[in-house]
């Protein structure tokens, strides 16, 4: 058998002839940039989360910069960032002329660990990018008391590229801080058929800002208020999310009975695996489903041969990036994201995955388990 990590062509073939309609209705107008069905998706995405505007741009990556400088920070602002995460989080920060400052993870979820948190807030911090990383909300009530307790005054921001329609307290995350940034790139849980992203605010203010920033600037057509940049979401993509949108809760929860059907198999007889923690607050759309193990690499391998495609999220913890050099980070600065990045794997996981491809799966790696050496 075959299982690839996420399989785009099954998700088409189960809405083809509308996707196809909507894409030939933009080339029909020709309204490819800033047509009728962006404004069109804009309202529709805000309305899915509940908050109050959404200013969709041309990748998450573009959300999270562009975001950032609408804030308009002074020079020598400090930006918290998890290390655990991937890199886009971080170039926000450094794309802004800001010091992304690495925070180190929490064993439990893999998100912000919030002793080390409290550690890393001082007078110049201006920011926090806290990332619902997996699709798992992370801790915005306790990160919110660390900042309080801290008496400084922090802006936070939420990276939820991964997490379109996970909620914390029964609340969709990417409602919560100043803004939130999403990313529509194809393999997200809602995906375009390229790239795109979104940032959404409750701040009327800021989103007008941020409708100047993603087109040079401009108030009307050649008349430029501020110094913008072009990063637009495409009409035909705006058109492709205005299809799925719809059917996104149902993916989701598709998601979420596949993730309970792995814990459960993998509970039940392979005690060497630690499957994700379970938070009741904090429902999950699994855009990933990461296991950890001691054995990682020679596991990946072994299901490799047998056809079944994994990836790893993410090999190297941000601070030990090569780009990311010149911070001057040593290895065990930041030991559980360093541990966490030998150990995680993340297994095939989309809405069209089926229950025997899942049992597949499972039964490889018993069977990895029942072959290997117990001591080790
Ligand atoms: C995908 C992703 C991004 C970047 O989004 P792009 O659309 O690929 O630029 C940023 N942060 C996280 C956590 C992501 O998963």
Sequence with gaps: MHIPFVDLQAQYKSNKAEINSAINNVIKNTEFILGKEVEEFEKNFSQFLGVKNCVTLASGTDAL??????????????????????????????????????????????GINLSDLAKKINSRTRAIVVVHLYGQSDKIGEIDEVIKKSGRTIYLIEDACQAHGAEYKGKKVGTFGIFSTFSFYPS?????YGDGGAICT????????????????QRKKYYHDVLGVNSRLDTIQAAVLNVKLPYLEKWNKKR??????????????????KTPHIFTERKSIFHLYLIRTKKRNRL????????????????????LQKAYKFLKYKRGDLPVSEKLA???LSLPIYPELKKNQTHYVVN????????????N
């Design 65 to 110: 910069i562009i975001g950032m400088r609408s804030l308009s920070l002074p020079p020598g602002s400090e930006i918290l960032i998890p290390s655990n995460t991937f890199i886009a989080t971080a170039l926000a920060a450094s794309f802004n002329g800001h010091k992304p400052v690495f925070v180190d993870a929490d064993p439990n979820d893999h």
């Design 300 to 319: 990946q391998k072994y299901l490799k041969n047998d056809g079944v495609t994994t990836l790893i999220h993410y090999p190297i913890p941000l601070h």
């Design 342 to 344: 030998q150990e995680i």
């Design 202 to 217: 409750n701040n009327d203010k800021l989103a007008n800002k941020l409708k100047l920033l993603r087109q040079y600037g």
């Design 256 to 273: 979420q009975e596949i993730a309970s059907l792995y814990t459960e198999l993998i509970k039940r007889s392979i005690p060497q695996i």
């Design 188 to 192: 997200k849980n809602l995906g375009a």
């Design 364 to 375: 490889l790696l018993k069977r990895f388990y029942e072959k290997s050496n117990p001591n």
